[in-house]
């Protein structure tokens, strides 16, 4: 009957649940222990192994159980009619007896029996599974799992599926590069003045400059190892969680965390070249004998050093180095410009071979193809200068003939008018003289001594003030190329000034060439004041880019007021005449070179033997020269009388050029290189006192004519002074910048202030 199958399939389906709901119950106790692990993120916190053994070995274990409750013995239904009977509660147990089936007896009372129980049998009723879990589960456990579960699921309700994720796959612990996982930078070589950089995700290939390092940081941990690989090498992530690398090689660079490639990006090695030197223009020298050399250097990420080296081509010998100043730091691209005054070398007017060289910040240098010239020697017009010279090149080659030198010294230290009495010559021949007089000598001090003592004769105090000028403003060069402090800065701001003043004194020695007023009233004064004033503000603040500019444009100055006089303002017709008595002294100068080169080198000879004749070629190169003599002398008779009141010193000149005309004609080069020396002479000392006429013809009110130095002072007799006009504008800016300086140098000492404060104001003071 219908009614009764249904009850004995809803009993055999408690007995059914009986049987496989233990293992269920685990499985599902399990099952909520994990997702309690993995909702309180707890599983990234645990080794790496055990982290990807958790969710495995759950899933197995579940797995199993739910195979042991599929495997259950399905119940029969004789158990489920004793199931059924025994939860109705009857006692004759109805649905046995409606089973069987009379042996012998009494039908009708067998008829009756069943009648009864079929009737119990529509009575029974099937009840509900019997508790099986608390003798197999005596702690309550499965609560406990339950329990954690919900508290989990209330905790992680932000982020259950990231979480879930993390508990599951241990690689995906966080995104690959997320920024609290990895990094991975990019450190190019200091030198390159490259910052570094920071890789992206999906970032595409990367130029990385040759010698980079790659530095990695990451806060994964687990099991597997981590390393950091580029081409075929690795390096193996520390217990800090950093690594580092040299990138030497491609094509990639990659980071491996555990079992699998977290990052990788194509890696391309970009090569450091080395530096490019090309000579500009061909070497130049001057009339004394300094070799000017013009240059262009470049780098792909920065000079760190330019030289010239000198080298005989004669004869085998150390190198001579010749340094250059870059004009800042790591400058990728410079016009580099040489002034050597090499005239007091032994190889001066000898074949020499010039190299450019050029060094970068990685020790490779660059050479620019080898060129011969020949190395500048300056040709003196003193006849003494140029003995002393000559005697200097004997000595060199033959230390022997120092008694010899020494007798001819003593001679002309008896007649100190040879050398107008100048005491430091005096000197210096004096120590020369005692210094040849005994077996041997210092070989490079007698070779100094004896330049000096001609420099000197030749030019008075200005060679000597030249040099210390351009060594003053060398060594300021140098150190703000090696970043010295304010103080050293400040010291050779002032060295240099001394230096510039001894140079305007021996400029002013000198006269109209070689100390030209300015173009116009307090112009050239306000320059180099005004730079003065700013190089000494800049040294005591510490601002180097400023000073190196500053630096610069003060000397580009200075040199373009020592080559030469220019022509002052204020009456035409003065101004015009003393434009064509420069022009004649410059004309009679080229003159006089050509004499010297020509003339022959001073050489022992008995006085009363008679002098050799000059040669035929010596005639008539002598009268070609006589022709351009004579022109001179008329040009100069012309200027002489286009003035109103022709000065003395124009007829003293005429007559040296007239004698000068004469020695050429007969091909005496000696003797009219002496005349013609003379005539030069007279041409300057006459400019002076044509100046100081026209001045006094003017009077005192007009001081455009009178020369002035650098710095707008007139002069007064052979030096300068100060008349009162020299006007400094104020440095606000300069000030100001000063004030600030000292008080964060107060407050650095500041004890009571706090240590944040005084350590930023530290770091701001450290560049100063």
């Known amino acids: 009957m219908p009614p009764l199958s249904r009850k004995l399939r809803l009993a055999r389906l408690a007995l059914l649940w009986e049987r496989a709901w233990p293992p269920v119950a685990a499985a599902l106790a399990l099952l909520a222990l994990f997702l309690a692990l993995a909702l309180f993120d707890a599983a990234p916190l645990l080794p790496f192994w055990l982290h990807a053994a958790l969710a495995p070995a759950f899933a197995l274990a579940i797995l199993v159980l739910l195979w042991k409750a599929w495997r259950v013995e399905r119940p029969s239904r004789q158990e489920a009619a004793r199931r059924l009977e025994r939860d109705s509660g009857v006692a004759h147990r109805p649905l046995a007896a409606l089973s069987d089936h009379l042996a012998i007896g ?43 579960l919900i508290v989990a699921a209330a905790g992680g309700r932000s982020d259950p599926a990231g979480r879930l994720a993390r508990a599951v796959d241990p690689y995906t612990l966080r995104p ?63 217990e800090d969680g950093r690594a580092e690398l040299a990138v030497t090689e491609g094509p990639s660079l990659d980071v491996r965390l555990g079992l699998r490639l977290a990052a990788s990006w194509p890696v391309t090695i970009r090569p450091d070249t080395p530096p490019e030197v090309t000579l500009v223009q061909p070497p130049k020298d001057d009339e004394r004998g300094r070799l000017t050399l013009e240059l262009e250097a470049s780098d792909d990420y920065g000079l760190s050093r330019a030289w010239v080296e000198v080298e ?50 990685a020790g490779q240098v660059g050479a620019a193809p080898p060129f011969e010239t020949v190395l500048p020697e300056r040709n003196f017009r003193h006849p003494l200068a140029r003995a002393l010279v000559e005697w200097r090149r004997q000595l060199s080659d033959t230390p022997r003939l120092g008694p010899e030198i020494a007798e001819e010294l003593r001679q002309i230290l008896d007649e100190p008018q040879a050398f107008g009495g100048d005491r ?72 240099l000034e001394a230096a510039l003043e001894q140079w305007m004194n021996a400029l002013a020695e000198l006269g109209l060439d070689e100390s030209p007023p300015p173009s116009e009233p307090g112009s050239q004064a306000v320059d180099l004041s005004d730079m003065l004033d700013q190089l000494r503000g800049l040294a005591e603040t510490g601002d180097r880019e400023e000073l190196r500019r500053r630096l610069e444009q003060m000397s580009r100055l200075m040199a373009e007021m020592g080559s030469g006089a220019r022509g002052q303002k204020g009456d035409p017709a003065a101004a015009e005449a003393l434009r064509r008595l420069k022009e004649l002294t410059a004309r009679q100068q080229e003159l006089l070179d050509k004499s010297f080169r020509k003339a022959p080198p001073p050489e022992e000879h008995d006085e009363d033997a008679p002098r050799p004749k000059p040669s035929a070629t010596d005639r008539a190169e002598g009268r070609k020269a006589a022709q351009e003599q004579k022109a001179l002398r008329q040009s100069l008779d012309q200027l002489a009388k286009s003035l109103p009141q022709p000065p003395d010193f124009l007829s003293d000149a005429e007559r040296s050029m007239r004698g000068a005309q004469s020695s050429l004609d007969d091909g005496e080069w000696g003797d009219a290189a002496e005349q013609q020396a003379e005539a030069v002479k007279r041409l300057r000392d006459g400019a002076r006192q044509m100046i100081e006429r026209m001045e006094a013809a003017r009077g005192k009110g007009s001081p455009a004519l009178l020369p002035r130095d650098p710095f ?17 504008p104020g440095r606000s800016d300069t000030m100001r910048a000063r004030e600030i300086l000292q008080e964060l140098r107060r407050r650095s000492g500041d004890f009571h202030r706090p240590e944040p404060e005084r350590d930023y104001i530290r770091r701001l003071l450290k560049p100063f």
């Not at 009723?125 to 879990?133: E, F, H, I, K, N």
């Not at 130029?207 to 580029?230: D, E, I, K, M």
């Not at 410079?334 to 032994?346: F, G, I, K, P, S």
């Open 712 to 728: 707008g002072r007139m002069q007064n007799g052979s030096t300068f002074a100060d008349d009162g006009r020299t006007k400094v």
């Open 424 to 495: 430091r010559v005096f000197l210096a021949l004096s120590v020369t003289r005692h210094m040849l007089m005994r077996p041997e000598f210092e070989r490079d001090r007698m070779r100094s001594l004896l330049w000096y003592a001609a420099t000197r004769i030749e030019d008075g105090g200005l060679p000597a003030a030249e040099k210390s000028l351009e060594d003053a403003r060398a060594r300021l060069e140098r150190a703000l190329a090696d970043k010295a402090d304010a103080a050293e800065l400040s010291r050779l701001v002032q060295e």
């Open 312 to 361: 005989p081509v004669d004869e085998a010998a150390e190198p001579l180095r010749l340094d250059l100043v870059l004009p800042g730091e790591r400058v990728r691209q410079a016009r580099l410009r040489l002034r050597a005054d090499l005239a007091d070398h032994d190889w001066a007017g000898r074949k020499v071979r010039l190299t450019l060289k050029a060094e970068d910040g």
């Open 176 to 238: 690959a590069l997320d920024s609290d996982t990895l990094e991975v930078w990019i450190v190019p070589p200091a030198y390159t003045g490259l910052g570094q950089s920071l890789l992206k995700p999906g970032q595409g290939g990367i130029a990385v400059p040759a010698g980079s390092l790659a530095r990695a940081v990451t806060s994964w941990r687990g099991w597997g190892g981590s390393a950091l690989s580029a081409g075929g090498a690795a390096v193996p992530f520390a």
């Open 106 to 148: 009494d039908e009708a009372l067998w008829q009756a029996h069943r009648a009864r129980m079929e009737q119990a049998a529509r009575d029974l009723r099937p009840g509900w599974p019997d508790p099986v879990l608390p003798p197999k589960d005596p702690f309550g456990l499965r609560f406990a799992a339950l329990l954690l």
